[in-house]
């Protein structure tokens, strides 16, 4: 599908028996889409799988900017293959699809006319996650006294 930009994103077919897709070895799949919004931004939880490696790349411009993570090896369930709007001033919607067998593809389409996020990462750990953030800034220390 075309993005608009001149970029071209293709989504490949996965095979499906119900619900499970047919094609990794490894049942690293992503079953559920769980998006975790907060203050700060928004976090997209993933399945806490030792192998799994992310590449980020950022794309567009303020009008139409996006961060996509390329996930993999993972494949997303049927009910994974979604597409969410997320009511965020960081975030427009958020969109997961099969970019080929073994991987799992995350647009997070971002609000026009801001800044790209300080924070558009993978991160690691016993709850992994994407997260796109733009930390608020501490509250100023009020004077002892």
């Known amino acids: 599908m075309s993005d608009g930009v001149g970029q071209v994103e293709t989504w490949r077919e996965v095979v499906f028996d119900g619900d499970h897709p047919l094609v990794l070895d490894s049942g690293a799949v992503l079953e559920r889409v769980e998006v975790e919004p907060s203050a700060d931004g928004v976090d997209l939880v993933l399945p806490a799988l030792p192998d799994l490696k992310a590449?980020?790349?950022?794309?567009?411009?303020?009008?139409?900017?996006?961060?996509?993570f390329d996930l993999s090896p993972l494949v997303a369930a049927k009910d994974a293959l979604t597409?969410?709007?997320?009511?965020?001033?960081?975030?427009?919607?958020?969109?997961?699809?099969?970019?080929?067998?073994?991987?799992?593809r995350v647009v997070f389409d971002l609000a026009p006319g801001r800044a790209f996020p300080k924070t558009m990462a993978y991160v690691a750990g016993p709850s992994p996650r994407l997260s796109i953030n733009e930390p608020s800034a501490p509250a100023p220390l009020s004077a002892p006294g």
């Open 83 to 104: 597409t969410i709007a997320v009511d965020h001033a960081l975030v427009r919607r958020i969109r997961v699809g099969q970019l080929d067998a073994k991987t799992v």
């Open 55 to 68: 590449r980020r790349e950022v794309l567009g411009d303020r009008r139409s900017p996006r961060v996509y």
